[in-house]
């Protein structure tokens, strides 16, 4: 989004860099040149901005009114949510082996006793590493030696 947006002054930086999220930086990765505009970011976090608000608080009020068995299913929700997100990333093989390769590694790590956010940390900066590697691996293919 930065490197989108440099040409803006700091202000419209500074001003559009309190609204970004997760969800709201894969939603902007995925426009096309000409919605990369102030406008077009602006509107998008925004509004994820102003839902998360209005719906934190729904989720306040409605919480002590539903059951438990509900309020633990929609701890589910997070997780698909962050599976929707990466979906769209991992459409292409070498993405995919580098999320597998990062869910292996929390998996493995978890069951060894590593500590929850530590295992998370090494996996996410192993399946980092990968993904480095197959891109210079796939930049190195394309060079005639």
Known sequence: MNYDLKQLNFIKRLLISIFVTD???????????E???????????FVSYLFWVVFTVVGYLTGEIMSEK???????ALYALFIALLMPAVRDFKNFVV????????FILKEIGVAAG??????????????????VKDKNKGTVT
Do not use: C, N, Q, W
């Open 118 to 135: 530590v295992s998370i940390v090494l996996a996410m900066v192993g399946a980092a590493l990968i993904g480095l590697i197959l891109e």
């Open 35 to 45: 919605r990369k505009t102030f406008t077009d970011y602006f509107i998008t976090l």
């Open 70 to 76: 509900l309020v633990i299913s929609s701890g589910i």
């Open 99 to 106: 999320a597998f390769m990062g869910m292996g590694m929390h």
């Open 23 to 33: 969800e709201t930086f894969a939603v902007t990765s995925r426009y096309p040149e």
